[in-house]
């Protein structure tokens, strides 16, 4: 079982930037970020794979959002700039022992989700 913890949520401005940490207790495979806003489903956001090498985003958060990870600490990080209203949400961490993907359902271990705001 791999534990997932975020931190770096908080409220800001719509411009404004911020940056999420998950920090794991184990080695992972795929690992991701998703959204949730109130009333709406959970999104995907930005996911990596297991090297590090290969990157992909919603096209929401494309050109603003960058994902990484490090391997050594077996953290994930989400620089989120530029944000905007829409980007609210409580956002989680989430890691897989395959490949990953842009799917809920892909991923075997979740965080407890930090909350961004921003506002306008």
């Known amino acids: 079982q791999v534990q997932l913890v975020e931190s770096g949520g908080g409220l800001v401005q719509a411009g404004d930037s911020l940056r999420l940490s998950c920090a794991a207790s184990?080695?992972?495979?795929?690992m991701a970020w998703f959204r949730q806003a109130p009333g709406k489903e959970r999104e995907f956001v930005a996911g990596?794979?297991?090297?590090?090498?290969?990157?992909y985003y919603a096209d929401s958060v494309k050109g603003r959002f960058t994902i990484s990870r490090d391997n050594v600490k077996i953290t994930v990080s989400l620089q989120m700039n530029s944000l905007k209203p829409e980007d609210t949400a409580v956002y989680y961490c989430?890691?897989?022992?395959?490949?990953?993907?842009?799917?809920?359902?892909?991923?075997?271990?979740w965080g407890q989700g930090t909350q961004v705001t921003v506002s306008s």
């Open positions: 989430a890691a897989g022992r395959n490949s990953g993907g842009r799917n809920t359902y892909e991923y075997n271990y």
């Open positions: 184990g080695r992972t495979f795929s």
């Open positions: 990596v794979n297991r090297s590090g090498g290969i990157t």
